[in-house]
């Protein structure tokens, strides 16, 4: 397929403090988009200006949520170039969420491509600042007008860049996260492992009762058993527990997390033992007190590696460590923004190097 680069209409305002982003609230200047019907298949791939889509009120996706999403980010080097972080990862992802959901396929090395060629087109939108990246976007919508619930026969894919700093406001400072009892996000034979707008909708009542009692984060338990850790809201969870790392197992109903892949590794080649099983909640509550669990952190590509000083189950409230960043959650860190960033050398390829 051809990839036709439209001209800019109009550059915008660059943002002005690069270190004051909000997460996901400025866009770049262009976006990619391709469309897709039965009978052609994907067609008409374009780079453009970014603007609103005209949808008809019937779309598909607006009734009953047939989307999916990837992110991803690039991130400035110090010799100005700019690199993806195992982007061909998240092309696989987007097509095994799309198989979940009863979506059109595309071609990975094609939206790759393209993605590529975005990036370079806006590339001085990537910023500078330490901590500071272009997160990409790509997404998938069902277009079809009708109120039949089916798979749609028509869809839109698109990709859109936006500027960000860190996730959370506290940048790397550790977050409370309250255990929820009464919420489950996903149950076996869902849609748990997808990447799919709905996921998150799903989960909003949760995070606005965890926001409104001053938690960052809800940490979601098994939806069966309500015993076992799962994932948190945008991240995977990691606990140093007994000197091990503990994390939950990829069955089905968490996301499998590129950056949680990448922090696997990395603590393998630290010399620690990985245990891929679900921690209950009285072993982080019984662990935080004896000491037995040192460290908590997430690992998402929105939230990298993101240290857990408290959790909250019902009503009791424990704290990880001594409350601050441990040394592995730091080191972690550290290793993987500096793989990112081009400061320590790429051993295993995670990097792109446009
Ligand atoms: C990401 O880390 O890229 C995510 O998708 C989390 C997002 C929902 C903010």
């Known amino acids: 397929m051809e990839l036709n680069v439209l001209p800019l209409t109009q550059p915008k305002p660059r943002p002005t403090d690069e270190t004051k982003l909000i997460f996901g609230r400025d866009?770049?200047?262009?976006?990619?988009?391709?469309?897709?019907?039965?009978?052609?298949?994907?067609?008409?791939?374009?780079?453009?200006?970014?603007?609103?889509?005209?949808?008809?009120?019937?779309?598909?996706?607006?009734?009953?949520?047939?989307?999916?999403?990837?992110?991803?980010?690039?991130?400035?080097?110090?010799?100005?170039?700019?690199?993806?972080?195992?982007?061909?990862d998240n092309m696989t992802r987007f097509n095994?969420?799309?198989r979940r959901m009863c979506m059109p396929e595309v071609d990975e090395n094609f939206l790759l491509h393209a993605i590529k060629e975005l990036v370079r087109l806006d590339a001085d939108w990537v910023p500078h600042s330490e901590g500071t990246s272009l997160y990409i976007r790509p997404t998938m919508i069902a277009t079809e007008p009708v109120l039949g619930v089916k798979p749609a026969d028509q869809y839109l894919c698109?990709?859109?860049?936006?500027?960000?700093?860190?996730?959370?406001?506290?940048?790397?400072?550790?977050?409370?996260?309250?255990?929820?009892?009464?919420?489950?996000?996903?149950a076996a034979g869902g849609t748990g492992e997808a990447k799919t707008?709905?996921?998150?909708?799903?989960?909003?009542?949760a995070s606005t009762e965890a926001a409104e009692r001053g938690f960052d984060q809800v940490l979601w338990l098994d939806a069966e058993q309500?015993?076992?850790?799962?994932?948190?809201?945008?991240?995977?969870?990691?606990?140093?527990?007994?000197?091990?790392?503990?994390?939950?197992?990829?069955?089905?109903?968490?996301?499998?997390?590129?950056?949680?892949r990448s922090v696997l590794t990395l603590i393998r080649e630290l010399g620690l033992e990985i245990e891929e099983r679900a921690l209950s909640v009285d072993e982080i509550i019984e662990g935080a007190a004896?000491?037995?669990?040192?460290?908590?952190?997430?690992?998402?590509?929105?939230?990298?590696?993101?240290?857990?000083?408290?959790?909250?189950?019902?009503?009791?409230?424990?704290?990880?460590?001594?409350?601050?960043?441990?040394?592995?959650?730091?080191?972690?860190?550290?290793?993987?923004?500096?793989i990112q960033y081009g400061k320590i050398a790429d051993r295993h390829n995670w990097v792109d190097v446009l």
């Open 27 to 88: 866009f770049t200047d262009r976006m990619f988009v391709m469309e897709f019907d039965r009978d052609k298949g994907w067609h008409s791939a374009r780079i453009q200006s970014y603007q609103p889509f005209t949808l008809d009120p019937a779309a598909l996706v607006l009734h009953y949520a047939q989307e999916i999403f990837e992110g991803l980010k690039a991130f400035r080097r110090p010799d100005g170039r700019i690199a993806l972080f195992r982007p061909a």
């Open 96 to 98: 095994r969420s799309a």
């Open 158 to 186: 698109y990709v859109i860049l936006s500027p960000v700093a860190a996730y959370y406001k506290g940048g790397v400072a550790p977050v409370k996260i309250w255990i929820s009892d009464k919420y489950v996000r996903a």
């Open 197 to 205: 707008g709905g996921n998150y909708a799903a989960s909003l009542y």
């Open 226 to 260: 309500r015993r076992y850790v799962e994932e948190v809201g945008s991240m995977n969870i990691c606990f140093l527990y007994d000197g091990k790392v503990v994390t939950s197992p990829l069955k089905g109903t968490i996301l499998d997390g590129i950056t949680r």
């Open 290 to 338: 004896t000491g037995r669990l040192k460290e908590a952190f997430g690992t998402g590509t929105a939230a990298v590696v993101s240290p857990v000083g408290q959790f909250t189950y019902r009503d009791q409230t424990v704290t990880v460590g001594d409350g601050n960043t441990g040394e592995l959650t730091m080191k972690l860190y550290q290793t993987l923004t500096g």
